[in-house]
Each structure stands twice: as structure tokens, then as C-alpha cells.
């Protein structure tokens, strides 16, 4: 039973930015937002993660609505590099991962 | 950031043999840490959580007798996958939570192929 929904795939282009939206309507008060990414047969990544704020790092920005029930990952500028498969979850504790988005970086 | 050694990376057997995956936590202590299994163009599957010194805690439908855990210290957990079969090969995945770390986030392995013949 998955906490979160992405859309299985989405292409951008190189030098563009990447938004990826998730949806975790029935998150609770206690769970953070995270967003990892795997790249083939590696182990995942961790990118970034939030309560409530906005958050921001060297690798992306991280976008929560005030009410919580979704969120945006940001690459600011993505390379080829980037593409992977990213996943959203949502927890207070334990990683469960969902099918994630698909993300393919054209040139 | 914290660093996660997963090893061997690969690794093949021969059927009704055991296996041993090495996880460690190189500059962090973590007192749990998580154990995944991944096939083929499936998302991360969790196994189980590995608690040091203590029993781990298998999710529904993964044989404890079958996946060995042992988490004997603070920077090292090992799972052992006893009598394996070909249906076992699959990539295996562990990740550890910094003790004491406020943010909760999880460090990722970079993984062990097992392949079972």
C-alpha cells in the first residue's frame, strides 16, 4: 500500500530544470518527505528531505505545500548524469520505496 | 556525507550453498540498519531491520530462518542468505540510520548482486 504517487516517467532536457511532483495526501504530523535516487544497479542515493519548510541543498530543492500532501523535487539544472529512477517516500522511520519516476535527461 | 560499504559487490554460488553480506557503517555508528532485496526492474524491497544487539525484525512473508541477520556492533550488520537457491538471486541492498542523528535519513549500500546457478 503505497504512501506516495509519482508519475512512472518523464523526460527533460539537459541544461533545463527537472521538476518532480509527488503526492502523499495522507502523510502524518511526525513523517519527513524524502527523495532518493538509484542509478542502475547502485544503491540509492540520498538527495534531499523536509518537514514542512522548504529545503534546499547543492543537489536540488525540495518544495512542500503548507498543507503537507505533496511535494516537488527540483534539479536546478539537470545533466545527463542525472538520469536515474527518484523516488518519493514518506516516514518517520523506515524507507519504503514506491515504483518512483523514471526520469530520462535528454541532450 | 556518511559513507555505507556493502561487500562483496557480486557474488556467484552454487545452489544449497550459504552466503554472507557485509554491511558497514565506516564513519558513523548506527544502531539499525535496513536490509533490501531488488529485482530486475522492481523497486527496493525491505527484509527486514537489523537492531544491534538485539533480534532483527523481518517484514511479512521473509523467512527469518532463511535470511540470517546479525548486527554484533555498531557499524556492522551482516545477512546471510543460508541454502541458497536460484530464486534468491536477486541485488541486495543495506542502508543505516547515524545513531543519534536528529534528520533520520537512511545511507544506501551500493548494493551485492547475487546470482545463483
Known amino acids: 500500500d503505497a504512501k506516495t504517487t509519482q508519475p512512472p516517467s518523464m523526460d527533460c532536457a539537459e541544461g533545463r530544470a527537472a521538476n518532480l511532483p509527488c503526492n502523499h495526501s495522507?502523510?502524518?504530523?511526525?513523517?519527513?518527505v524524502y527523495w532518493y535516487r538509484q542509478i542502475h544497479s547502485q544503491g540509492p542515493q540520498y538527495i534531499i528531505h523536509?518537514?514542512?519548510n522548504n529545503e534546499t541543498n547543492e543537489m536540488a530543492s525540495l518544495i512542500i505545500t503548507e498543507d503537507r500532501k505533496s511535494s516537488t523535487l527540483i534539479l536546478p539544472h539537470a545533466t545527463l548524469r542525472d538520469t536515474a529512477v527518484y523516488y518519493c517516500?514518506?516516514?518517520?522511520?523506515?524507507?519504503?520505496f514506491g515504483a518512483g519516476t523514471t526520469v530520462t535527461v535528454r541532450a | 556525507g556518511a559513507v555505507v560499504s556493502q561487500h562483496p559487490s557480486w557474488v556467484i554460488c552454487k545452489s544449497g550453498t550459504s552466503v554472507k553480506i557485509e554491511c558497514r557503517s565506516l564513519?558513523?555508528?548506527?544502531?539499525?540498519m535496513f536490509w533490501y532485496r531488488q529485482f530486475p526492474k522492481q523497486s527496493l524491497m525491505l527484509m527486514a531491520t537489523?537492531?544491534?544487539?538485539?533480534?532483527?525484525?523481518?517484514e511479512q512473508g521473509v523467512e527469518k530462518d532463511k535470511f540470517l541477520i546479525n548486527h554484533a556492533s555498531l557499524t556492522l550488520s551482516t545477512l546471510t542468505v543460508t541454502s541458497a537457491h536460484p530464486e534468491d538471486s536477486s541485488f541486495y541492498i543495506c542502508?543505516?540510520?547515524?545513531?543519534?542523528?536528529?534528520?533520520?535519513?537512511?545511507?544506501f549500500g551500493s548494493g551485492t548482486q547475487l546470482s545463483v546457478l
Open positions: 542502508s543505516a540510520r547515524q545513531t543519534g542523528a536528529e534528520d533520520e535519513k537512511l545511507f
Open positions: 537489523s537492531n544491534e544487539g538485539s533480534k532483527a525484525t523481518y
Open positions: 523536509g518537514l514542512k
Open positions: 495522507t502523510i502524518s504530523g511526525n513523517e519527513y
Open positions: 564513519d558513523f555508528q548506527a544502531t539499525t
Open positions: 517516500i514518506v516516514s518517520d522511520y523506515k524507507l519504503s
